[in-house]
């Protein structure tokens, strides 16, 4: 039998069954009335206190007057229907629920009225002109330009937002201590008298405005208790009545329910024998609806064992299709979430045993997994490049969202990289060609202070020997001359070398000051930060429970302002320590130079002496002897020089060995400036007198000096210097004690 034969059958039943207790409820329905109206007076008077109370809400919620429209309307209508019920019926309660109703009112508005005096909006009220009061203040704090003030008044918003956010009487105390700390900074700064005075008035005016609030807010919290008093006074007579009124009106109406009784239970045979015949085809239905609602809630393990030849069959046919294709797309699914899980990413879903909607959503989860993995592959592509030393590769592709950020960010730090490498590439070629010149002229100046040590060695034992052989020894002190000259012009030589190497100090001096320059750039775009995050903590104040969670971030990028500032101005103080070991470096140059001149000016005096000799050879035979203690005395000196010149050789050879392996490392990066600056290499480099470089450094040491530290360090000081130049202590270091031996 079809359903649609069955429901007419019960349908038939079922009016039939209608019509006899229709008969009946008319004639019932006259005696019902009057109770329905005092209920319903009744429940009009609960519905307007209730619209009362949820305008009420709405008005402390949005602040707004229409709200307050709303809750009198309201109230209004609680009224009406209180005068209402009075006319259909005597109950000394409706007097005390009219006198609760006012009340309630009279509470209410006047917690409205000091709402409206503290300011519904930020514009009006105490709020509008604490608002104009900070906007003067901060105004000409912004016209001083002082950096220390705004900061201090800024400190002074944040306790305000704070109080507004929490109400809790602990900010106010803290806000009272930051304004009289900016009124004390404000009266000793240096400003003129009419700009503090103006300043510490507009403060005033500031700190008054913001103290009259809380006052305010315990006013209103006490009369906002009232309010709730009255409504728990009136809610119970409300509910009270309204419960009384509907229990004498159900007692009513089941005495009248009884005279129906015998009517319906005329209907009941034919409505149970219709209803049986029903339930055996709707049955089927319901266990259907148990099964969908069951798959909805993510069972898909239901099986559907009704099989028919009608609607309900059909039905059922319907629903076992659609659980194989759930059962289908969530295998798919799980097949992906394993080969994920067992790092395979490159599989995807089959949308082709799918139609319409099911294919399309396997098919967009394999083009989320497609857009999900190409920037992944190629930012691994980047980091296998760079894993090679390659610092060229990029992210080529285009992106956007996340995946732009994180496309930007690793190409950035690829740039930086980059361009860190080619300048340690720049600066060890620098110090190469530097380590070479001064190796080259240390070994010059070794070779000749040797030849005049042993021309000296010569002279003084011809004098030993014989008397008459001052001619000889006039045309050996002639050729000694000569040799003094060549040493002279050897002096000049490394004075020249020295102005080379004062040069080179002074762009490392130029390149520290840039360097300081740009620190000091961070430094104010941390402070300008931090401005920023105070002033968005004082608008997500002023949004109210809207804006606390961006209060929250505001506060976190306000503290990684200041502690980027601090890092700032710690990277600037060890930049001034370089620029002045720079500095320092330069005044030791200096120095250098000066005893050069002396070294000269000292050669230039022994050639002198000699020729002396030669003209008075042979008219002073007698002064023989102080001739060869002179003679002795200059040969002991130009000894020492020549040791030092060979320990200057060995430093510098020390240097540029050091350099060439910082070289060798930086040629295994590949970069974008192309390769590293040529000059310094291992040609250029030998050793004076066939000394090894770690002799020379263990001498230098014994010596009392670190002067081999100090040379390898040169590099770093070039780096962390802008303005100033390599010392010539750094490249070639002499103690005090060698200088004086000069």
């Known amino acids: 039998m079809k359903i649609s034969t069955t429901v007419l059958g019960s349908s038939a039943a079922i009016s039939a069954v209608f019509a006899t207790v229709g008969g009946v409820a008319l004639y019932t ?64 309660r409706l007097a005390q629920i009219d006198a609760a109703l006012k009340h309630y009112l009279a509470t209410f508005n006047g917690v409205v009225d000091l709402e409206k005096k503290r300011g519904l909006t930020e514009k009006v009220g105490l709020k509008g002109a604490l608002r104009t009061s900070i906007h003067e203040v901060e105004g000409r704090l912004k016209k001083l330009n002082n950096h220390q003030m705004m900061r201090e008044m800024l400190m002074l918003r944040r306790r305000e937002k704070d109080y507004f956010l929490r109400l809790a009487p602990k900010y106010v105390k803290k806000f009272k201590k930051e304004a009289k700390g900016l009124a004390q900074l404000i009266a000793n700064s240096q400003l003129e008298d009419g700009q503090k005075k103006t300043l510490i008035a507009g403060l005033t005016n500031y700190h008054d405005k913001f103290l009259a609030i809380p006052v305010l807010d315990a006013e209103k919290e006490k009369a906002y208790q009232q309010m709730r008093a009255a409504v728990h006074k009136a809610q119970p007579l409300i509910e009270g009545f309204v419960k009384d009124v509907a229990a004498e009106s159900k007692a009513h109406a089941d005495f009248l329910g009884n005279v129906l009784v015998a009517a319906v239970l005329i209907g009941i045979f034919l409505a149970l024998v219709s209803g049986f015949l029903s339930y055996r085809k709707v049955r089927p239905v319901g266990q259907l609806a148990l099964i969908a609602r069951d798959v909805a809630e993510g069972d898909t393990a239901q099986e559907i064992d009704y099989n028919a030849h009608d ?11 659609v659980l194989d294709a759930i059962r289908g797309m969530l295998g798919e699914t799980d097949r992906l979430s394993d080969m994920v899980r ?28 497609d857009l999900t993995l190409a920037p992944i592959k190629e930012a691994a592509g980047v980091l296998d490049s760079l894993a090679s030393r390659d610092l060229t590769a990029r992210v080529r592709g285009s992106y956007k969202g996340d995946h732009a950020a994180i496309k930007d960010d690793l190409n950035q730090a690829m740039e930086n990289t980059d361009g860190a490498m080619g300048q340690v590439t720049s600066a060890v070629g620098s110090i190469a060609r530097a380590a070479s010149e001064v ?99 004082v608008e997500a104040a002023r949004a109210g429970d809207a804006g606390k969670g961006f209060a929250v971030v505001a506060d ?53 002496a000699v020729e002396g000799i030669s003209r008075s050879a042979q008219e002073q035979s007698g002064g023989i002897d102080q001739i060869n ?21 060995s430093a510098a050879e020390e240097m540029s060995n050091q350099a060439e392996e910082l070289r060798r490392l930086a040629s295994e990066f590949q970069i974008s400036t192309g ?68």
């Open 29 to 92: 329905l006259s005696d019902a009335r009057t109770d329905s109206e005092a209920v319903r007076q009744a429940q009009l008077t609960s519905i307007g206190m209730l619209q009362a109370r949820r305008g009420e809400k709405d008005f402390f919620a949005r602040k707004d007057l229409k709200y307050h429209a709303k809750v009198i309307k309201a109230v209004d209508a609680a009224h009406a229907a209180v005068k209402a019920a009075g006319e259909s019926m005597e109950d000394p």
């Open 311 to 321: 609607e309900v069959g059909d039905l059922a046919d319907a629903f076992r299709q």
């Open 342 to 369: 067992e790092g395979r990413l490159d599989g995807r879903a089959d949308a082709s045993h799918y139609k319409g909607g099911y294919g399309r959503l396997l098919a967009g989860v394999n083009d989320i997994l």
């Open 439 to 537: 190796s080259t002229s240390s070994v010059g100046l070794a070779e000749a202070t040797s030849e005049q040590a042993a021309l000296l060695e010569e002279i003084s034992s011809s004098v030993n020997l014989l008397t008459d052989q001052l001619r000889v020894a006039n045309t050996n002190a002639e050729t000694s001359f000569g040799h003094a000259e060549d040493a002279k012009k050897h002096s000049e030589s490394g004075t020249a070398v020295m102005s080379k190497l004062a040069a080179a100090l002074t762009h490392i001096q130029e390149s520290s000051t840039e360097t300081a320059k740009i620190v000091r750039t961070i430094d104010q775009i941390a402070f300008q930060t931090n401005v920023l995050a105070l002033n968005a903590a």
């Open 556 to 608: 976190q990028v306000g503290r990684l302002a200041q502690r980027t500032a601090e890092a700032s101005r710690t990277t600037n103080e060890m930049i001034d320590q370089s620029v002045g070991a720079v500095n320092q470096g330069v005044e030791l140059g200096e120095r250098v130079a000066e005893q050069f001149s002396k070294i000269s000016e000292v050669i230039e005096a022994v050639a002198t």
């Open 629 to 649: 203690t002179a003679v002795g005395q200059v040969s002991e000196t130009t000894q020492h020089n020549a040791a030092n010149a060979e320990e200057t050789s």
């Open 675 to 742: 390769g590293m600056p040529g000059g310094g290499g291992r040609g250029n480099r030998r050793a004076v007198g066939g000394g090894r470089p770690g002799q020379t450094r263990r001498r230098l040491i014994s010596g009392g000096s670190a002067r081999v530290a100090s040379a390898t360090s040169a590099p770093r000081a070039r780096q962390g210097s802008g303005d100033q130049a390599l010392s010539a202590d750094e490249i070639m270091p002499l103690s005090e004690s060698e200088l004086a031996d000069f």
